[in-house]
């Protein structure tokens, strides 16, 4: 007999719908694990969240920017860069609405249990932060575009004119809590990977 799911959404239709995209994101995340790939992670029109115990990370810089989204609407956000970075206990995860199913949630977890994350030219476009935070050699007030301590500013970053920006040569957070549109790395390593995907509200935090 085939489940069917309130509102009449038939559970193996749904599957074989989502199945695809959930193996594409499944082996992503395996050569994510391996160090094989860059990372890009955006999810059109929704913020996710995102956890780390520990984030120790050199080359930092802070600027104002606007990110656009793919229906054109533009979102103020903070983008944090670092040349390099090393998380403990990271999380991360968003909530989709699927219409006539409801939520689905994405949660990818790695670095736990003594492993480690690491990016190189990591960039978070975040519009909350919550944090522990100790920031060495730290500038305020630089420009953005002529920032020597960090990554540089995100090719296609549409920077806030008369914004903020500030750089350090490097910084350590803890506790962290955020909220971010989009993340990108030029090399992401996730050790320890742990992805899932759950019927319903499941976020870090």
């Not at 403990?88 to 994350?117: E, R, W």
């Not at 296609?156 to 350590?172: K, L, M, N, P, Y």
Request: glycine share 10%; aromatic share 6%; hydrophobic share 40%.
């Amino acid at each position: 007999m085939e489940s069917v799911a309130r509102g009449g959404t038939r559970w193996k239709r749904f599957a074989v719908v989502m199945v695809p995209s959930v193996a594409a994101t499944a082996a992503i995340g395996v050569a994510l694990s391996q160090g094989a790939l860059a990372a890009s992670f955006a999810v059109s029109g929704q913020q996710f969240k995102v956890t780390a115990e520990r984030l120790d990370g050199k080359g930092f810089v802070q600027y104002g920017a606007m990110e656009v989204q793919h229906n054109g609407k533009h979102i103020p956000v903070a983008v944090s860069a670092f040349k390099s970075a090393t998380i403990q206990g990271m999380c991360q995860s968003v909530v989709i609405p699927v219409p006539l199913f409801g939520d689905v949630s994405l949660n990818l977890k790695a670095g736990q249990n003594g492993k480690k994350v690491t990016a190189k030219n990591l960039y978070i476009d975040l519009d909350q932060l919550d944090a522990d935070a100790v920031f060495r050699d730290i500038n305020i007030g630089v420009a953005a575009e002529s920032s020597t301590k960090g990554p540089g500013v995100k090719k296609g970053d549409r920077i806030v004119e008369g914004g903020f920006a500030q750089e350090a040569d490097s910084a350590t957070l803890t506790d962290v809590k955020q909220t971010a549109w989009a993340t990108s790395a030029g090399t992401f390593k996730l050790s320890g990977l742990s992805l899932s995907v759950k019927k319903g509200k499941h976020e870090c935090y």
